[in-house]
């Protein structure tokens, strides 16, 4: 039962967790390819963006939770979604809407997204700085230890506060998008926008609302994504250099252009990196007795160390797009 909890703490939870980042992320880079069809690479950056706002204010404001019991960070989340969803629409309006009017190339807009990623990753540093700074700013983390009722069982079940928010979030985000997009007038015009943009136009619907909506729900994301990684960990400027490369791979594993293949796109992700990394010589001790001498001594049985974690989504990536490039939920072909 151990080495049960054991497994619990390190892959249930820890695949939770990054499962929930990647599925939140990924879900605002397949709005966007599926509206303006083309991979926006700054995505991660505007992640990185929403969490140093919400860095900022709670530096300003870190008395802001106490009146709610809930950390500052969290209350003031909803200002810094406000502010990373005006920077995403700026960003169109300065740099992708001219491109779009000039009618160039999807390739032109991803490299022209790769411009806004240097520059939104110079101008989070140059103001940030490069060392990691956490956003409990005025308050501690909680760590929640929950003792199973099973005899002999000493390891506790271990569950910060940061992650049960972020898993309460993120439930709370897909639902909310999920009647967005089916229940409301401009989420059906989004759906018909994405299956076929001139029949779109053409019906009526009004193309630039609906890419303005868009990225406000891209940068809306981006900020939650990046806010609740923060507050698990520590927020640091190159947050994006280690979501860029996941968030996309779970976009086109559950299928590019559809945001529920992107929700368990993100957990697959999130799992296979959890699964990779886990020592698997741990399960092995009660059944030492049984096993090779060989196998039992081994001190760490992982299938990559943890530096190499960032391998994994990357040959995930790679497999999907060599066997199933639509992805599981069939989305479009990149």
């Known amino acids: 039962m151990n080495e049960l909890v054991f497994f619990i703490n390190n892959v249930v939870i820890a695949g939770s967790v990054s499962g929930s980042i990647y599925a939140i992320g990924a879900v605002g880079v397949t709005l966007i390819f599926s509206i303006m069809r083309f991979a926006h690479f700054a995505h991660g950056d505007m992640m990185t963006f929403g969490a140093f706002m919400v860095l900022l204010l709670t530096t ?10 809930v950390p500052a960070a969290l209350v003031l989340l909803p200002l810094a979604m406000v502010l990373t969803a005006l920077l995403a629409v700026s960003i169109d309006k300065a740099f992708y809407k ?20 240097l520059m939104l990753q110079g101008l989070i ?127 086109i594993v559950g299928g590019v252009g559809h945001p529920y293949g992107a929700v368990a796109g993100g957990f697959v992700v999130g799992f296979a990196e ?22 039992t001594q081994s001190g760490n049985l992982a299938f990559v160390g943890t530096e190499y974690k960032i391998v994994v989504p990357f040959f995930i990536l790679v497999v999907i797009l060599v066997w199933r490039p639509t992805g599981i939920f069939k989305g479009k072909v990149i």
Do not use: C
Request: no cysteine; charged share 15%.
């Open 274 to 295: 959890t699964l990779a990394v886990f020592n698997w010589s741990v399960m092995l001790r009660p059944f030492r007795d049984s096993l090779p001498e060989w196998l």
């Open 60 to 69: 300003a404001f870190p008395g802001a939770g106490a009146a709610f019991g």
């Open 125 to 251: 540093r140059l103001f940030a700085g490069t060392s990691g700074q956490s956003l409990y700013v005025d308050d501690r983390k909680e760590i929640f230890r929950l003792a199973l009722p099973f005899e002999g069982v000493r390891a506790p079940v271990v569950i910060t506060e940061p992650q049960l928010y972020l898993f309460v979030i993120t439930l709370l985000a897909v639902v909310g998008l999920h009647l967005f997009l089916n229940r409301s007038r401009l989420g059906k015009a989004m759906r018909a926008m994405s299956d076929n943009p001139d029949l779109a136009q053409a019906s009526g619907i009004n193309t630039n609302t609906i890419v303005a909506v868009t990225w406000v729900i891209a940068g809306g994301l981006a900020a939650i994504a990046g806010t609740l990684l923060s507050l698990d960990v520590t927020f640091k400027p190159d947050l994006s250099f280690f979501l860029l490369l996941p968030i996309f791979a779970a976009a």
């Open 98 to 117: 001219p491109l779009r009017a000039h009618g160039v190339k999807p390739i032109v807009m991803v490299i022209g997204s790769l411009g806004v990623t």
